[in-house]
């Protein structure tokens, strides 16, 4: 069976992309989002963050930073990864404004804060259609090493996922034989649009 899968982070991009660029590239049909106010990117320092509303193109973003600080940008591996998102899609998207249309069957996050959210945003929308939406938070570091890591046990995760005949029968199986093979605690619920 196909699923469409939803891969959500913070505001910075990172995590969510990363694992997005991956299952695009193994063929999963795959979205992704942010869940802040706006997209933060690290900046010179920490108190000066470079932001941006959801919506700028990736393009712009990129442009930008090059001409501000290449050096700094190249080093803090953020150009990289803007080059990365523009190569998946034009812009970031948030969950709150686009991804409430029952469209998706699985949906990871990568913080608990994060997991929350979208299980609160879940629970206030209007559920019309009552379908099944499976969440599943992975709990994965802020970092450019640790979302690649982090990308790969999702790709294994939903690979796990798309080959049960039946994953509201087989998930506890599936997330224990993840937990016990990569050491990794998941938390997961079961919501409905």
Not at 13 to 24: D, G, P, T, V
Not at 35 to 44: D, I, R, W, Y
Not at 109 to 132: P, S
Request: one cysteine or more; charged letters at 30%; aromatic letters at 10%.
């Amino acid at each position: 069976m196909k699923f469409r899968f939803a891969m959500v982070c913070s505001s910075n991009q990172n995590r969510s992309m990363e694992a997005h660029f991956l299952l695009k590239r193994q063929g999963f049909d795959v979205s992704s989002y942010g869940t802040g106010t706006h997209v933060k990117l690290p900046g010179p320092s920490i108190r000066e963050p470079n932001v941006y509303d959801f919506g700028t193109p990736y393009k712009q973003m990129f442009d930008e930073l090059r001409r501000k600080d290449p050096e700094l940008y190249k080093r803090n591996g953020i150009l990289p990864m803007l080059k990365r998102n523009l190569s998946v899609k034009l812009a970031p998207q948030r969950w709150q404004d686009n991804a409430g249309d029952g469209s998706f069957d699985v949906v990871f996050t990568f913080e608990e804060k994060v997991f929350d959210m979208v299980i609160e945003d879940l629970h206030n929308r209007y559920q019309v259609l009552m379908k099944t939406v499976l969440v599943i938070n992975l709990e994965v570091k802020d970092n450019h090493e640790e979302a690649a890591v982090g990308a790969k046990l999702t790709l294994d995760l939903c690979q796990k996922i798309e080959a049960a005949e039946s994953w509201e029968e087989s998930i506890d199986d599936i997330i224990v034989g993840f937990e016990k093979q990569h050491r990794r605690k998941l938390m997961y619920s079961i919501s409905f649009y």
